[in-house]
């Protein structure tokens, strides 16, 4: 398959580059990847990521729906962004001191987000969630934090967990299991589950952390009056709420799920797409919490904070958001391709499921009528691991998805991606169901 953008097969003789680099790769790095995220990737080497593609380096193109998992809301590498950050690399790209663009970036955040008055950066998710975990700790004078079955907070040793027979553990050998003692697991979508923990233990609890969209377990939006409920409780305890949105904040629209559900947190968490490809992140909240940092008493540090280029970054996207606002075409992306998805399930009468919003979307296979997915576990009453073993088709078709089942849709997905990939989901279906 060479470069086409039309529906094509990728043949195995086509990967030979690949398969001598992923052999190089295994011998110098641990399972040759550098995240463990990417251990069940495809066994294919990249060579350039433009728009909405991916280019391998042996010439196969794909288009690409797992976007960097989530940062490249714009498409790959868009102008408007790398020249940014070009001009700003040209000009330094750390200070150890304050820069005027980081003070453009900060105000950005706020007016974009919409609620929030102050914020800190960092570079990624997972240092943000733990800056908020401390500044909730501080603020409250209390240790315990309540978290959620399914949702993803970064890979650190107390918010690593999996799923072992409905026990929620320690993921990775070698994490301090005890760092896991000041959280609680509940189920998300359950305001009473909440409610009764609240009764018996309100006064020990810091924060509730959430996904307020769970794009990392099944794309599911809050039940309504859920997140309304869950805002008054934590109000009402003295308790800091913290929306992780990282993955949907600016992939929802510029407010993220704050704005489209219309509940305020005291803190969130941005990252992913704020940069749209480059390492930034940031813990976004009210002042009266945040100025904790400003006096010293609460620390949070980092040499890469805030760096030049960084703030580029943020500031050419923020800009680009406001002023070409891109979320009528990524919405027009997303519904034609659930639609075209669901209707090839259709087409070969097998029970393809196509969920959640058309910025980031879920696919699986299950009984698309009877199950009513609200939660983590009403999620695995689905056919998950059928979908992977089609995802890796879909790869070899020339579709680049997670086999975790979730789809992001960019700006840069024009007509020519969007009908070429209903081709390709069609001949890799077609060829999977063969095999
Ligand atoms: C919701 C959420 N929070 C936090 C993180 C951690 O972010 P990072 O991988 O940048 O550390 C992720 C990463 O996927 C995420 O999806």
Same mark, same amino acid.
């Given at each position: 398959m060479r470069n086409t953008g039309e529906a094509v097969t990728t043949l195995a003789e086509d990967l030979d580059r690949s398969g001598e680099l992923r052999r190089r790769a295994r011998e110098r790095t641990p399972g040759g990847v550098h995240s463990n995220v990417r251990l069940d990737g495809p066994d294919v080497v990249l060579a350039r990521a433009k728009g909405p593609r991916l280019y391998s380096v042996d010439g196969v193109d794909y288009v690409d729906y797992l976007l960097g998992q989530g940062p490249?809301?714009?498409? !790959? +590498? *868009?102008?408007?962004?790398?020249?940014? &950050?070009?001009? +700003?690399?040209?000009?330094?790209?750390?200070?150890?001191?304050?820069?005027?663009?980081?003070?453009?970036?900060?105000?950005?955040?706020?007016?974009?987000?919409? /609620?929030?008055?102050?914020?800190?950066?960092?570079?990624?998710?997972?240092?943000?969630?733990?800056?908020?975990?401390?500044?909730? $700790?501080?603020?409250?004078?209390?240790?315990?934090?309540?978290?959620? %079955?399914?949702?993803?907070?970064?890979?650190?040793?107390?918010?690593?967990? +999996?799923? $072992?027979?409905?026990? /929620?553990?320690?993921?990775?050998?070698?994490?301090?299991?005890?760092?896991?003692?000041?959280?609680? &697991?509940? #189920?998300?979508?359950?305001?009473?589950? @909440?409610?009764?923990?609240?009764?018996?233990?309100g006064e020990r609890i810091a924060a509730v952390v959430m996904e307020p969209v769970v794009i990392n377990a099944g794309v599911i939006e809050p039940e309504p009056g859920y997140l309304e409920r869950v805002r008054r409780m934590c109000s009402r305890h003295g308790i800091v709420l913290i929306f992780d949105e990282v993955i949907s904040g600016f992939r929802l629209g510029p407010g993220g799920a704050t704005h489209r559900y219309g509940v305020t947190p005291d803190l969130a968490l941005y990252g992913k797409a704020l940069g749209g490809g480059y390492p930034v992140s940031a813990l976004a909240g009210r002042a009266d919490l945040l100025n904790r940092m400003g006096t010293g008493e609460?620390? !949070?540090?980092?040499?890469?904070?805030?760096?030049? *280029?960084?703030?580029?970054?943020?500031?050419?996207?923020?800009?680009?958001?406001?002023? %070409?606002? #891109?979320?009528?075409?990524?919405?027009?992306?997303?519904?034609? @391709?659930?639609?075209?998805?669901?209707?090839?399930?259709?087409?070969?009468g097998e029970p393809l499921r196509v969920a959640g919003l058309p910025m980031a979307f879920h696919v699986s296979f299950g009984d698309i009528g009877d199950i009513d997915v609200t939660d983590y576990r009403s999620l695995q009453q689905l056919d998950l691991s059928r979908y992977a073993s089609l995802a890796s088709v879909l790869v070899e078709h020339g579709v680049w998805v997670a086999r975790r089942g979730v789809w992001f849709v960019s700006e840069a997905h024009g007509p020519v991606e969007l009908d070429g990939t209903l081709t390709r989901f069609e001949m890799a279906f077609k060829d999977w169901l063969g095999r």
């Open positions: 490249a809301l714009y498409g !790959h +590498a *868009p102008g408007f962004l790398t020249s940014a &950050v070009h001009q +700003a690399s040209c000009d330094g790209l750390i200070f150890g001191g304050q820069s005027e663009l980081e003070v453009r970036a900060a105000e950005l955040v706020c007016s974009t987000v919409g /609620w929030a008055e102050m914020v800190r950066f960092a570079l990624t998710g997972t240092e943000a969630v733990q800056a908020a975990f401390r500044l909730a $700790r501080a603020v409250t004078g209390r240790t315990h934090i309540v978290r959620f %079955e399914g949702h993803y907070h970064g890979w650190l040793d107390n918010v690593l967990i +999996a799923d $072992r027979d409905g026990v /929620w553990e320690a993921a990775s050998a070698g994490q301090v299991a005890s760092h896991l003692n000041d959280f609680t &697991v509940l #189920p998300w979508n359950d305001a009473d589950a @909440l409610a009764d923990l609240f009764h018996r233990d609460v620390n !949070h540090s980092g040499t890469f904070n805030a760096w030049a *280029p960084g703030m580029a970054a943020v500031i050419a996207t923020l800009e680009h958001i406001r002023d %070409e606002a #891109p979320y009528t075409s990524i919405m027009a992306h997303g519904e034609k @391709l659930m639609a075209g998805i669901r209707k090839i399930g259709e087409s070969f």
